[in-house]
């Protein structure tokens, strides 16, 4: 993607048009879902998601930066990025939906637009950011891109292509196969997405993780000498309380999405009675004895025994007892006198990183194994 200016009167007039139709928009669309956050950021009313606007009052004012950016490719009927701040004042009149009143407010905002522009009939779509939203965006946008970095996957990235399909086509080709035995799933296309949308959120958690890690500190960055004797000393920051509670969460989103590989593999297998509580675990030691020659079932049957063993171990862990940031200050306490002690404690905290990623890796393969375990149903 290309920066520049508009080279020439005839663009210099198109995309001062663009700029007018934006600030239009703007004025007709004020009660729109996407301006929700600069309402309720200037609402009058303490319940500020229950409001609206009766009126208004609003003049815009591009500052004189601006950048034009040109697809490589089109972007459907798009082939250049607009972005550009603008000031936008006057006042609003606010109506609560709960009582009525009203409330009329003046105010002064700086917004960020971007917007995409097609090549004729002044087609464009855009997007409005103040600080804080592009602070949240820019936060998840770069945690997106340490995800990927870092070789993260969702089951949906366009990397991950099973048996020359994508995984949705993959999974429902042979949920909706004609079998003598019909499979007992409901809405397979529901299930697969529950499981997507799983895999979405670890991608997304790791990301978070690998944006913090940056910025945590370590065990080994504070010491001193009391009595004679060496004391190393831990000062957590927030970004080291924000890793350790997303350590957490991701532990047990792995969990949750095995969990959901279990429900699928009993409901094509019925290893479990109806009445039992179903556990991934229960459904891999109970499968029925004609598919374990299965190398589909034995790949799950060894994850179940070695790697899942250790995922749920921390869950139970994390869940049922000690939080991992607790876990990990109390062996700090227990240890700080000795360099190398604290030299593995922090080797240990930086290979949960590791830990995960070998937990993805699994994650995408065992998604491959189960579907065509389930193939394997005559």
Request: hydrophobic share 35%; net charge neutral.
């Amino acid at each position: 993607m290309s920066k520049a200016k508009p080279e020439s009167m005839e663009d210099a007039a198109k995309f001062n048009d663009l700029r007018g139709a934006i600030i239009s928009s703007i004025q007709k669309n004020l009660n729109a879902p996407k301006f929700r956050f600069f309402l309720i950021k200037h609402s009058p009313f303490p319940k500020s998601s229950h409001v609206e606007i009766d009126s208004f009052n609003i003049t815009g004012l591009w500052e004189n930066e601006y950048t034009i950016s040109k697809f490589a490719r089109p972007r459907r009927i798009y082939t250049d990025a607009f972005n550009g701040t603008l000031v936008i004042s006057g006042t609003l009149n606010y109506r609560s939906r709960g009582t009525g009143i009203t409330n009329e407010v003046r105010f002064e905002d700086r917004l960020e637009i971007e917007a995409l522009i097609g090549p004729s009939n002044g087609a464009f779509e855009y997007e409005v950011y103040d600080s804080q939203k592009r602070a949240i965006k820019t936060y998840f946008d770069t945690s997106e891109h340490e995800a990927e970095n870092f070789g993260i996957q969702s089951l949906s990235d366009s990397d991950n292509r099973y048996s020359g399909t994508n995984a949705v086509n993959f999974f429902t080709t042979i949920t909706r196969n004609q079998r003598a035995t019909k499979l007992s799933i409901a809405n397979d296309f529901e299930i697969y997405h529950d499981m997507l949308f799983c895999s979405a959120d670890i991608k997304n958690a790791m990301g978070q993780l690998l944006n913090l890690k940056k910025y945590c500190s370590t065990y080994l960055d504070y010491s001193a000498e009391i009595g004679g004797k060496k004391f190393y000393q831990y000062f957590p920051n927030t970004f080291d309380k924000q890793f350790f509670s997303q350590c957490g969460i991701t532990i047990q989103l792995f969990y949750n999405f095995w969990d959901k590989i279990g429900d699928l593999l009993n409901a094509c297998f019925a290893s479990i009675p109806k009445a039992k509580k179903v556990y991934f675990t229960e459904v891999i030691d109970r499968f029925p004895v004609q598919y374990h020659q299965s190398p589909n079932l034995q790949f799950l049957r060894d994850f179940r025994a070695n790697e899942y063993k250790i995922l749920n171990g921390k869950r139970i862990e994390v869940v049922h007892y000690t939080n991992l940031e607790s876990t990990f200050f109390k062996r700090f306490q227990a240890e700080n006198t000795e360099q190398r002690k604290m030299e593995e404690l922090q080797k240990e905290r930086d290979g949960l990183l590791n830990f995960f990623k070998n937990q993805n890796e699994i994650m995408i393969a065992g998604f491959e194994k189960t579907v065509l375990l389930i193939d394997e149903i005559q």
